[in-house]
Every structure is written in structure tokens, then in C-alpha cells.
T-cell receptor, first 115, second 110 residues
Framework: DGGITQSPKYLFRKEGQNVTLSCEQNLNHDAMYWYRQDPGQGLRLIYYSQIVNDFQKGDIAEGYSVSREKKESFPLTVTSAQKNPTAFYLC??????????????FGQGTRLTVV | EDKVVQSPLSLVVHEGDTVTLNCSYEVTNFRSLLWYKQEKKAPTFLFMLTSSGIEKKSGRLSSILDKKELSSILNITATQTGDSAIYLCAVVWYGNKLVFGAGTILRVKS
């Protein structure tokens, strides 16, 4: 079945550690995104990538890093520089239709907690 | 700065009421506007709007885009407790940048 897989579902990080969240899609989508969601709030864009080996910062990129070495994969590293990393992280991917319309598909999310 | 603003931020209604959620945007190179419903984890897709004035409908939900006013509304008629969720609006920019608003938290009381 085609879809987006995020792992792990739950992740605990100690202060000062870097952790990497995985996002894999087999939808053959070009664009991939990482969002952060805090309780009771909407989604804030961290990074996005339109093609392999290219990515752009979103609104809250500080303390995060990404790579896009393969079309299927867009891992997010939460570095020790991110002072408040406890949140729900969602990965999404999208494809343009022939008329330039885009719908995003989401993974099930990773809940990161700093302990 | 490109941004997406949703209102109200939260809303409490009774079953059977009709609600209207708003989404406005300030962007360059607008491509489309998307509505999502988020209950627990991943948002689920509701509508994609690209053309002004054409209503999209799915059951009790409907949505319309006004490109002149740079806004969209999502209507839910005869609300049910199962409609309780966060409703997210997102705008796609040229180049596939997909930016979400803060969401509207809807609670439907029985």
C-alpha cells in the first residue's frame, strides 16, 4: 500500500541529545514537509523539500536540520540547539497534478518528549 | 511575509447548529487552498480549492474560495459531536510550499 511512514511513534530525548525522526514515502511524491504541532495549535512549517538534494527552511527551522538524499526519505534531526523540542511532529508529502493542484498526505506523526 | 490566518481560534456549539470557519491568506503566487480535519493524529483531507466562487461539497460540509478577498470559508451544517476536531486551512504557494494556519478548534456539545 502506498503511504507515508513516520518512525518512531514516540521518542524520548535527554537534554543535550540530538535525535532523528524518520519519514519515508512510497508515493513517488517530489515534495516533502516537516511540521511541528504544539498542544491545541495548528501546524508550523519547519523545513520542506521540493526535489532531491534540495530543501528550504520553513518558519521555525532553528534547532532542526534535514537531508533529502533520496526521493523517498526526508529525515528530521532535532538538535540540542532546539530549546523546546517537546511536540508532535508531522511529515507530509505532495505531488502536483497536471493543473498544478497539490494535496498533501500525512504520516501518523512522532511525539517527541524531552526527559 | 506570506501567512495564513484562521478564525475563530476556537468555537463551541450545540449539535444541530451550523458553523462557518474562516481562512484568509496573504501570499504571492497562490496555487490552491486546502482544508483538513484533525482529530487525533494525522490531518485528513477535506477539500482543495483553486477556483474562485465554485463551492465544493461533501455531505454536511462545504467550502468556497474567494480569490478577490483572499479568503475561504468552511461550512458545517447540522453539526454532530463527531465533527469536534481541529480544522486546518493550508495554502500552497508556487513551488509547493505548503503553509498552514493555526487552526480552529471546534467542539460540538450534545
Amino acid at each position: 500500500d502506498g503511504g507515508i511512514t513516520q518512525s518512531p511513534k514516540y521518542l524520548f530525548r535527554k537534554e543535550g541529545q540530538n535525535v532523528t525522526l524518520s519519514c519515508e514515502q512510497n508515493l513517488n511524491h517530489d515534495a516533502m514537509y516537516w511540521y511541528r504541532q504544539d498542544p491545541g495549535q495548528g501546524l508550523r512549517l519547519i523545513y520542506y523539500s521540493q526535489i532531491v538534494n534540495d530543501f528550504q527552511k520553513g518558519d521555525i527551522a532553528e534547532g532542526y536540520s534535514v537531508s533529502r538524499e533520496k526521493k523517498e526519505s526526508f529525515p528530521l534531526t532535532v538538535t540540542s540547539a532546539q530549546k523546546n523540542p517537546t511536540a508532535f511532529y508531522l511529515c507530509a508529502s505532495s505531488i502536483e497534478s497536471g493543473v498544478g493542484n497539490t494535496e498533501a498526505f500525512f504520516g501518523q506523526g512522532t511525539r517527541l518528549t524531552v526527559v | 511575509e506570506d501567512k495564513v490566518v484562521q478564525s475563530p481560534l476556537s468555537l463551541v456549539v450545540h449539535e444541530g447548529d451550523t458553523v462557518t470557519l474562516n481562512c484568509s491568506y496573504e501570499v504571492t503566487n497562490f496555487r490552491s487552498l486546502l482544508w483538513y480535519k484533525q482529530e487525533k493524529k494525522a490531518p485528513t483531507f477535506l477539500f482543495m480549492l483553486t477556483s474562485s466562487g465554485i463551492e465544493k461539497k461533501s455531505g454536511r460540509l462545504s467550502s468556497i474560495l474567494d480569490k478577490k478577498e483572499l479568503s475561504s470559508i468552511l461550512n458545517i451544517t447540522a453539526t454532530q459531536t463527531g465533527d469536534s476536531a481541529i480544522y486546518l486551512c493550508a495554502v500552497v504557494w508556487y513551488g509547493n510550499k505548503l503553509v498552514f494556519g493555526a487552526g480552529t478548534i471546534l467542539r460540538v456539545k450534545s
